[in-house]
């Protein structure tokens, strides 16, 4: 509790007003990002098996938001694609005892040991002790929560265990209903959709028509959902992606 504290402290002081930017300079000079700091060294006591559900969404979306910061802050700002892989396979925390990179707790725990992007096996192996702690299934809502470090990703909350299934429905409607996760021009019959719904379409639904209902499900009422539908329904629609902005998310 105490780290999910000093977390949500850090983000009202220092993420910007739709928590999509971070001032990095300051959380680096910052007495909370301080304690923080030592705090984690105290998460590899933690009993991850003992955790439920709830606790483990909760707890691993904020760890995976606050090690995107610490690990840039001390590692410095991916600037490409590549870099961005490499950084999300190399920052890692020591948690209950193991190792979990940045790819580990996305893919591993919250994504129910599923390949990430342009990875050829699972992150746990049959033996791994992680694997315990990993999720039984897929979490789609995720997607909405976790944030890369780059302009393009959804913004950055504290995630709270008892709420935390209304948090990621919320997460998902909001990111949804910006310009940023889908834009549908009905005239066209064009869906833009964002990238994660390309990488990760397995979560959303084997099929185009899956993935759009699903979209539909947790959209907020809206003009957008409507003209959604209607194309969906007409089945002539064509699926495009939208360009992402993986710049940093720094403020200047």
């Known amino acids: ?78 600037k ?8 999300l396979n190399s920052a890692s925390y020591l948690i209950g005892g193991t190792v979990f990179t940045l790819q580990d707790i996305e ?25 315990l702690v990993a999720l039984p299934d897929v979490e789609p809502l995720i997607h909405f929560a976790l944030n890369w470090g780059a302009k393009g990703c959804p913004p950055i909350k504290a995630y709270v265990a008892k709420d935390v299934d209304r948090q990621l429905r919320k997460a998902a409607k909001d990111f949804l209903e910006t ?12 869906i833009h959709l964002n990238h994660i719904f390309k990488w990760y379409q397995a979560d959303f639904g084997d099929t185009d028509e899956k993935v759009l209902n699903w979209i539909i499900n947790h959209m907020e009422n809206s003009a957008k959902k409507e003209n959604l539908k209607t194309i969906v329904e007409a089945s002539s629609y064509k699926i495009m992606y939208l360009s992402s902005d993986w710049s940093s998310n720094a403020m200047d």
């Not at 983000?11 to 928590?19: A, Q």
């Not at 923080?36 to 979306?61: G, M």
């Not at 904020?62 to 001390?74: D, E, R, S, T």
């Not at 490409?80 to 950084?87: G, I, L």
Request: charged share 20%; glycine share 6%.
């Open 1 to 78: 509790d105490t780290l999910k504290n000093l977390i949500a402290k850090l983000y009202v002081d220092h993420l910007s007003n739709d928590g999509k930017m971070v001032n990095y300079q300051a959380v680096a000079s910052s007495p909370t990002f301080e304690k923080y700091c030592q705090l984690t060294i105290q998460l590899q006591n933690v009993q991850l098996t003992s955790l439920t559900r709830k606790e483990k969404l909760a707890f691993f979306i904020n760890v995976y938001n606050a090690l995107v910061i610490h690990g840039q802050l001390k590692m410095g700002s991916p």
């Open 80 to 87: 490409n694609m590549w870099q961005r892989y490499r950084f």
């Open 107 to 131: 893919n591993g725990v919250l994504r129910g040991n599923k390949k990430g992007i342009a990875q050829l096996l699972r992150p746990f192996s049959k033996y791994d002790p992680r694997l």
């Open 179 to 190: 310009e940023d996760g889908i834009q549908v021009n009905k005239a066209k019959g064009e």
